[in-house]
């Protein structure tokens, strides 16, 4: 992932837009480390041809995402079947 979108750490502050400097931390910065690191987690045990099955199922119609997280972001980004 990182190859194609760049580093998962961002090197601007959530809160506060500027630069992050994680000595002076913000509300944000503990949360946002464990996401990431759990972001990073879930990749990392995720290999190329597995995702490449599902995209072919997915073409071929044998699998539709119905998962409640999956819903939530149609629900929330507007999308609908």
Same mark, same amino acid.
């Given at each position: 992932?990182?190859?194609?979108?760049? %580093?998962?750490? +961002? %090197?601007?502050?959530?809160?506060?837009?500027?630069?992050?400097?994680?000595?002076?931390?913000? %509300?944000?910065?503990?949360?946002?480390?464990?996401?990431? +690191?759990?972001? *990073?987690?879930?990749?990392?045990?995720?290999?190329?041809?597995?995702? *490449?099955?599902?995209?072919?199922?997915?073409?071929?119609?044998?699998?539709?995402?119905? +998962? %409640?997280?999956?819903?939530?972001?149609?629900?929330?980004?507007?999308?609908?079947?």
């Amino acid at each position: 992932m990182e190859i194609a979108e760049g %580093p998962l750490e +961002s %090197p601007r502050c959530v809160l506060r837009g500027g630069p992050r400097d994680w000595n002076e931390g913000c %509300p944000v910065h503990e949360r946002w480390a464990r996401a990431r +690191s759990a972001f *990073a987690a879930e990749l990392a045990a995720t290999t190329f041809a597995e995702l *490449a099955e599902i995209d072919r199922r997915l073409q071929r119609g044998e699998v539709r995402w119905r +998962s %409640p997280l999956h819903l939530e972001a149609v629900e929330r980004n507007g999308v609908r079947d």
